[in-house]
C-alpha cells in the first residue's frame, strides 16, 4: 500500500484491520511533521508565504482530508483528533523544556 503512516491506518480502520483505538494510539505515540507555516514576523515574509500551501504528507492534514472525503465518521476523526492533538503538544512541550 503506498502512502504515509496516516493513511495506510486510516485504510486498515476502514478495511477492519485496525480498530479505532488501536489507530489512535498509533497516532498518540507517533511524531507529527509541523503541517503549516510559522507566523511571518515581517511584511517581507508575509509575502513570501502567500504561494498555496499544500498538505504535508503524513500529518495532521491527511486526517482532515480522510474526514472531508467521507473516509472517517464525526466520532472517528474527534477520536484521532484528540489523539494527534496529544502526540503534537506532547512534542511541543518536549521541544519547550516545560514538564507537563
Excluded at 478495511?15 to 505515540?29: P, T
Excluded at 511571518?40 to 482532515?64: F, H, I, K, N
Aim: hydrophobic share 35%; net charge negative; proline share 4%.
Amino acid at each position: 500500500m503506498s502512502g504515509s503512516e496516516v493513511t495506510e491506518c486510516i485504510a486498515a480502520l476502514r478495511a477492519g484491520r485496525l480498530s479505532l483505538d488501536e489507530v489512535a494510539e498509533r497516532f498518540r505515540q507517533r511524531d507529527w511533521p509541523r503541517a503549516r507555516r510559522p507566523a511571518p514576523t515581517s511584511y517581507g515574509e508575509m509575502a513570501q508565504q502567500q504561494d498555496v500551501e499544500l498538505d504535508v504528507p503524513g500529518s495532521y492534514d491527511e486526517v482532515t482530508a480522510a474526514y472531508d472525503r467521507g473516509e472517517l465518521t464525526s466520532d472517528e476523526y474527534q477520536v484521532l483528533s484528540d489523539a494527534a492533538a496529544y502526540a503534537i503538544n506532547r512534542t511541543s512541550a518536549a521541544g519547550s523544556g516545560s514538564l507537563e
